[in-house]
């Protein structure tokens, strides 16, 4: 799990609380880092940044606490601080030394007269040559020192459940189920969202956040976006057309609660909210994506899976809304300007006819999800053609060619022919 920012300029002394949403987005990125570099070290942050958050900030029900405080006992970082005595109590003198070594743990202490642990001069990378197997004694030595550190006071968590901090993790969550295949990031992810529609939706409106098993306070617009955003993720998981229908159901209250439709965009507050002196409307980036670039988002995708084309209309009119602040503010509108190359380049709408839950059409969808291809939607067919009720129109009824799993990739309206093995497709793509 990632620390909220580094204090020093060498990245070394971290604030270090863990805030959800931080997590939740470097899963994402570290999996398009390892989906660009096949670097093992990026795949590797993936799987223990979600092995942290399984540990310490998932509800026995579901759903995700906010945060991981910084300090315990009066003192902050004291429960990620150590010694080389202790370490070496642990490790044994020798296995200790190396591990010191690696870690930059010193009797001098890097911090307070103590050590965090890190690998800024080894780049990342564990190099011991005269240690045979150095990542795996390491890995394990690591392990054993997680097993003492457990017996330590923890920092208090808050356990706040808010809820578009949870759609973006459940779509990291999913992210991470499509691209590496772990059956139990879907378990973790579908179970999560049981936790938000049963707990944070009532009679048609999303609370903010649930507390003590209970929704409060009206939600806003990054809460609707970002969980029909993961709606939709979770149908190109699982092609369940229930989730589809979800996300279709959160954005008409979306539009109906927050679009404006004088001049477009959505404001921060819905009609339902407390009367204030002026409704905000931002396209501007924070520590978390825009409401309205996700909501932007959200129209082009359901526009391109149902062809209705409010959705689309929607999503030029907010487009069109920021174009100036694109233009003057690049980097704080980074999540409008992905909308925007979604949008101007089309997405590649991937066609996959064939049995869902076959070895064949599993090792298909994973190498699908394992390659870089950011702008595209992915639709599951069944053998006979029936699909979901969300295929786009120039593949409806394609079928599987020789009963094997078979790829139509459509762009623009035009489908291309149909592919039944992968570096056909990888082509494609």
Not at 3 to 28: C, I
Not at 70 to 80: P, Q, T, V, W
Not at 125 to 132: F, N
């Amino acid at each position: 799990g990632f620390h909220r920012y580094s204090t020093d300029g060498q990245w070394l002394v971290p604030h270090f609380e863990k805030m959800l949403y931080d997590n939740a987005q470097l899963v994402r990125l570290y999996l398009d880092g390892w989906r660009l570099s096949r670097e093992p070290r990026f795949k590797q942050v993936v799987e223990e940044t979600l092995a942290y958050i399984r540990r310490e900030m998932v509800h026995p029900d579901g759903g995700f606490y906010t945060a991981q405080d910084a300090d315990s006992e009066g003192h902050e970082g004291k429960y990620f601080i150590w010694e080389p005595a202790e370490i070496k109590s642990v490790l044994g003198a020798d296995l200790g030394e190396v591990f010191c070594r690696v870690y930059d743990i010193t009797d001098g202490g890097n911090f307070e007269g103590k050590n965090i642990p890190n690998l800024i001069h080894a780049n990342g990378r564990i190099e011991v040559k005269d240690l045979p197997d150095a990542e795996k004694v390491i890995a394990e030595a690591r392990r054993k020192l997680l097993e003492v550190r457990e017996r330590r006071v923890k920092p208090l968590r808050d356990e706040k459940i808010l809820t578009g901090w949870n759609g973006l993790m459940i779509s990291g969550v999913l992210d991470a189920y499509q691209a590496l295949g772990d059956p139990t990031y879907l378990e973790m992810a579908e179970k999560a969202m049981r936790f938000l529609l049963a707990r944070a939706y009532k009679h048609g409106r999303l609370f903010r956040t649930v507390t003590g098993g209970i929704g409060k306070l009206n939600a806003y617009l990054d809460d609707y976006a970002f969980l029909a955003a993961a709606l939709i993720d979770a149908f190109e998981a699982t092609a369940k057309p229930a989730y589809l229908d979800k996300a279709r159901e959160l954005t008409a209250v979306l539009i109906e609660q927050f679009w404006d439709p004088q001049t477009g965009g959505c404001f921060f507050t819905g009609r339902d909210h407390e009367q204030i002196l002026q409704r905000m409307k931002t396209g501007e980036d924070s520590a978390i994506p825009s409401g309205n670039a996700v909501a932007t988002m959200n129209f082009l995708r359901l526009f391109f899976y149902t062809g209705e084309q409010p959705y689309l209309d929607k999503a030029e009119q907010a487009l069109r809304l920021f174009r100036t602040h694109m233009d003057q503010n690049p980097f704080g509108m980074a999540s409008t300007l992905c909308a925007l190359d979604f949008y101007l380049s089309r997405p590649k709408e991937i066609v996959l006819v064939g049995k869902q839950d076959t070895p064949e059409m599993r090792d298909l969808l994973a190498k699908i999800a394992g390659r870089y291809v950011p702008n595209k939607t992915l639709v599951l067919v069944d053998s006979d053609g029936k699909g979901t009720g969300y295929v786009p129109a120039a593949a409806k009824g394609k079928t599987a060619i020789n009963g094997k799993p078979t790829a139509y990739v459509c762009h623009n309206f035009t489908c291309s022919q149909p592919v039944t093995d992968w570096d056909a497709l990888e082509r494609l793509l």
